[in-house]
């Protein structure tokens, strides 16, 4: 064609790492410690509900309510109404989508606007810069840091905090919303609740919303609690939280999320997804409706999978963090979430055999150790921005939610190369 | 909030006759001859493969390539490139897509800029104008119409003016838009029409967005002809497809987009922020629906022949009901609906509540509240310019079990012997 073909929006956000690194993976059969999704199965219930559901009649084949499945909407209101402490309206206050990423989307797509601006705490789960940018939004960062060190010690990801002086100068009339991730996805950090007042203090004065990306919230270590921000006072008219089944029930392929919200909110979210998926698959919705009905049943006993599932990634968490260290890479303890992140800084790689593209010195470091040595992982500086990316190059990032013959099979490689 | 909350993208797309009208018709039990969904199971060889899906091992329940599950696009391109008759690219030329819908969604934003037009074929499927709109465009429109005088009884007497349509073009005009078999009168364009709509392409450099959801759903010996497979279509076109419509199983949201790679290119930078994966269990299935299918085709095994045939009989029996009640169906030469003239009927449509609204919404919600019979009307399916025109149609799904079709000829029967 001679005239251009695609749309503006399509610019700048055509690069995804993910594309670009899976790919590296599955090409050079890597132990994959990468992507972040677990290598063994959800646990049967849901597996059977699943099952069960795709036997469940003709209707479970054909489209169900758009905003979601009504017995899914029902049984998310009930299970989490219980958790906030205050009746979430299920047809007004909670929209189902293809994945949390689709709620991100459609929250960006609703709230943001030409010339809005987005605050977004790095280190940030990559996603949310090209979807600022195709909303028509600008994309301020304000990061977290590691506190002074004390010498020696094991750093932890609640060593890493906002400077909220920072924070309110990124602050200007056009900020509409700032992007938070807790617990964080690299970095693991789960906020506190005077982290979270802090934030809320500053949405309420400057009139601000909050976008909660909770995916990862049964999955805290070392008693961190997961606190939302929506349940701070004058929160909850302006937070959009959204959750994963993926991530809730270790099934990253059913691509079932959800966004939560006040019925306002939640409206312009509704308008954004009926223009773009419409509906979302039934017998999956139907299947993660039962999984929360077991687990509402359940809840802090020790049947419950909210509770197993962190107790054995802790585990993992643990063995990983141990090996890392024993190799003379630093992590930095997560409490939450999938992902440990360690320094590379210490590791002598010949800079003869690293690529010589103009890309972060983490990015090579990870595209050397997939191709010369097998292990596959995620550089760190992915998920910062343009701005501050060359100050966080040392770093890359591991998914802990491996079985543990794929942990072991890691640590070997490491062992063998870095002694 | 002080400030305006949402973005202005959500305005004017909010309505959406289907969240009406389901919720209407789901509120008085209606027998619903109104969505388009299948009220029986999908055939049982694609039951089948989705729960050995579903029990196959822990990679069906975790995230798969973001553009499109491997055996699902190797399997489609295998299949397609058949049909067309040259090589279809797997990996370059296919992106799978929650739904159809979300094909579509993605072809818009990738391709539509702010001041692009998009000439849109009435009646219409009623995404595609908000969708263009949400994507900066502005919708022209060129209705079917039915040829003069005479009997206007078979789908394939709509028909387009060809200078009407040209002189639709303007310099601005990135695409045009075609469904075929059409939503909702039935039409299925025949070759000189789809060459009459490729020249105009070719000689104005447009786009053509080609809506084949219905693809194998055609009557009378009516063919299904893809306007990509015509000489200079194929590098300018989008061909979306439905798995939901191809195998009776709407509620999977399995779509996809074919095309030449360079646009396909657009639309995955678009997907890829937007829902990024699609489920994997459900696209495994797929794939071997049309493994399956493929070894089958043109046998009296195949499904793409046993359904039409199948629907065939439907569509007579549900024609013949609403001959003999007055009502005037158009004979639909391919697709899922029918549409009926309702100009003969009197009733007394004094409903405060619908006061204002056109004449065949006002129609069906008495139709649905009064009879128990849903249905869709029609004028949805028009521009707000032309909808007066054609505000005395109404459109009945005859994809149901015999049952579903039984009850509705007997609540047309009950009221039209009660006049």
């Known amino acids: 064609m001679s005239r251009r073909l695609c749309a503006r929006r399509t610019e700048g956000v055509d690069k995804n790492i993910w594309v670009e690194f899976t790919k590296l993976a599955a090409d050079y059969n890597a132990v994959n410690l990468g992507q972040g999704f677990p290598d063994f199965p959800p646990p049967k219930f849901v597996q059977d509900a699943f099952c069960e559901a795709l036997r469940g009649g003709p209707m479970m084949h054909q489209y169900t309510r758009a905003f979601g499945h009504p017995r899914l909407v029902e049984t998310l209101s009930r299970f989490f109404s219980r958790i906030v402490g205050h009746e979430i309206d299920p047809l007004e206050e909670i929209l189902v989508t293809v994945g949390a990423y689709q709620a991100l989307f459609s929250a960006f797509q609703a709230l943001v606007d030409e010339g809005d601006e987005v605050i977004i705490v790095e280190p940030f789960f990559d996603c949310y810069q090209p979807m600022v940018r195709m909303a028509g939004g600008k994309a301020v960062y304000v990061p977290l840091r590691p506190k002074a060190a004390g010498g020696g010690a094991v750093l932890s990801s609640g060593d890493w905090v906002l400077n909220p002086e920072e924070l309110r100068s990124k602050i200007t009339p056009r900020t509409k919303a700032i992007v938070i991730n807790t617990p964080n996805n690299p970095l693991g950090k789960v906020y506190k609740i005077e982290e979270l007042q802090m934030i809320a203090d500053l949405c309420i004065k400057h009139d601000m919303l909050c976008v909660s990306d909770e995916v990862y919230e049964w999955l805290t270590y070392d008693g961190a609690k997961h606190v939302k921000i929506a349940s701070l006072p004058g929160m909850r008219e302006r937070t959009i ?34 223009m773009s998926v419409f509906d979302c698959a039934t017998a999956a919705q139907e299947a993660v409706a039962q999984g929360f009905e077991r687990e509402y049943e359940v809840f802090g006993t020790p049947e419950s999978y909210f509770l197993q599932l962190p107790a054995m ?54 595209k050397w150790l997939i191709k010369e040595k097998g292990l596959a992982t995620i550089p760190v500086s992915a998920f910062y921005s343009p701005g501050h990316s060359k100050e966080f190059d040392k770093y890359i990032r591991f998914c802990f939610v491996k079985e543990d013959s794929t942990l072991d099979a890691a640590e070997d490689i490491l062992r063998n190369f870095i002694q």
């Not at 079932?256 to 939640?266: D, E, H």
């Open 241 to 274: 939280t959204v959750g994963s089944a993926g991530k809730t029930f270790s099934a990253t392929g059913w691509k079932v999320g959800w966004a939560m919200g006040s019925g306002k909110l939640i409206k312009r979210l509704k308008a954004m997804h009926q």
């Open 313 to 366: 990634l802790y585990h993992k968490r643990n063995k990983l963090a141990a090996c890392l260290q024993s190799v003379g890479l630093q992590p930095i303890v997560p409490e939450g979430g999938y992902f440990i992140i360690a320094d590379i800084s210490s590791i002598k790689v010949d800079s003869r055999d690293l690529s010589t593209e103009d890309e972060p010195y983490d990015f090579k470091f990870v």
